[in-house]
Nanobody
Framework: QLQLVESGGGLVQPGGSLKLSCAASGRTLSNYVMGWFRQAPGKEREFVATLRRSGTSAYYADSVKGRFTFSRDNAKNTVYLQMNNLRPEDTAVYYC??????????????????WGQGTQVTVTS
């Protein structure tokens, strides 16, 4: 069974940066398509980014493209979301997820099999 644990959230001012981590145990992350999602109060869970099994390329939501970077460290069995130039509208609980499906990328949350517990990101002045 794959287990995912996020960390790195916090409070940051607009324009600031945070780096979220998602550490895996139980199985190797390179066997999965990985995703980051977020959910703000009163809103549905929203796609942020997805990373191919190879770890060589990622696909981003338009709202974060050019500001966020999805990466993986195979030695640590951990994925990261580097978030730069943060905006108040980025405030949400951020979740990492893993899918055992056969496609390169998944943007729908229902196509993911494993989820972390989430980490809060708050962007405010």
């Amino acid at each position: 069974q794959l287990q995912l644990v996020e960390s790195g959230g916090g409070l940051v001012q607009p324009g600031g940066s945070l780096k979220l981590s998602c550490a895996a145990s139980g199985r190797t992350l390179s066997n999965y398509v990985m995703g980051w999602f977020r959910q703000a109060p009163g809103k549905e869970r929203e796609f942020v980014a997805t990373l191919r099994r190879s770890g060589t390329s990622a696909y981003y939501a338009d709202s974060v493209k050019g500001r966020f970077t999805f990466s993986r460290d195979n030695a640590k069995n951990t994925v990261y979301l580097q978030m730069n130039n943060l905006r108040p509208e980025d405030t949400a609980v951020y979740y990492c997820a893993a899918s055992g499906g056969n496609s390169d990328y998944y943007t729908r949350p229902d196509l993911y099999d494993y989820w972390g517990q989430g980490t809060q990101v708050t962007v405010t002045s």
